[in-house]
């Protein structure tokens, strides 16, 4: 994935203040909350549900819950299963309501390289909140906004409207977001949306670090992680789901961007999955 530009000054306009954290299993009744919520996977997998919709997660799996939004957790009976539950009120950041992160519900971040730095923060600001020492609610606090910003990094690819001035950038993401399956080409998008190619491909790469048409494809292959992980249906009706009458041509993006084919990414999570469930 390419690194994207989140902002030259801090986002946070108000420090987040720790509501709770907790650890240890999954909240598995549906429920909402009046403020927003980090959910950690730090050991195991298992899935998470949310508007009647359910995601696969597993170690390494950080989720940005915003408020009332009715979700749940699972995570299978395996030794080493472990999730974190972050709640955090009186946040503000730039050009957002307070306790308001995203535009969208929800965000599930698959942390890689940088599990080892989240997890990390996650046990500190667990044995800070537990001891109650000297000095603890500073470290907390310190702890809780450097875990938000780390969050919001590596979630851009979903939230950076959030935090751009660009009015232009802004219209033109989300009208990419809510119409990626449909979308014919480029020039559609200008010609929709009143705006010029040259300057559409110039605000994407100064916010997003990447051209339009690779954001288009990578809006489409999450899609298709999703179809793939979730149902049955075979690779050519994923890809028209996913706005490609070629097969053959989904196969190449899919590849190209997961360094994997589709048949082998479902074959994966399969296998995955089965042997979770024993």
């Avoid at 946040?91 to 990390?120: A, R």
């Amino acid at each position: 994935m390419s690194k994207a530009l989140i902002s030259k000054k801090s986002i946070i306009r108000q420090r987040p203040e720790l509501k709770y954290i907790r650890a240890g299993g999954a909240d598995k009744e549906p429920h909402e909350h009046d403020h927003p919520e980090l959910i950690f996977v730090s050991g195991g997998s298992g899935r998470f549900e949310v508007n009647d919709n359910q995601y696969p997660i597993k170690a390494g799996d950080l989720i940005i819950c915003c408020k009332n939004v009715t979700h749940s957790e699972y995570l299978f009976d395996v030794p080493g299963s472990n999730i974190y539950h972050l709640g955090f009120i009186k946040t503000v950041l730039v050009g957002m309501e307070e306790d308001e992160i995203l535009h969208e519900p929800f965000c599930i971040i698959h942390t890689e390289n940088n599990f080892s730095t989240i997890n990390t923060y996650f046990q500190v600001l667990m044995n800070e909140e537990r001891n109650k020492q000297i000095c603890g609610k500073a470290i907390e606090d310190d702890i809780m906004r450097v875990l938000l910003i780390s969050a919001i990094r590596l979630a851009v690819y979903d939230i950076g409207m959030a935090y751009f001035p660009n009015k232009a950038f802004y219209e033109a993401k989300s009208y990419f977001d809510r119409n990626f399956i449909e979308i014919k080409s480029i020039e559609q998008v200008c010609e929709k949306i009143k705006i010029n190619k040259f300057y559409l491909t110039h605000i994407f790469k100064e916010q997003l670090d990447m051209p339009p048409i690779r954001y288009l494809q990578f809006k489409r292959v999450e899609k298709a992680k999703q179809l793939l992980t979730m149902t049955d249906l075979p690779v050519g009706e994923v890809a028209l789901r996913c706005g490609y009458p070629d097969t053959a041509y989904f196969c190449r993006v899919f590849k190209k961007l997961e360094n994997t084919t589709p048949l082998q990414f479902k074959a994966q999570a399969k296998r995955s999955y089965d042997t979770n469930d024993r």
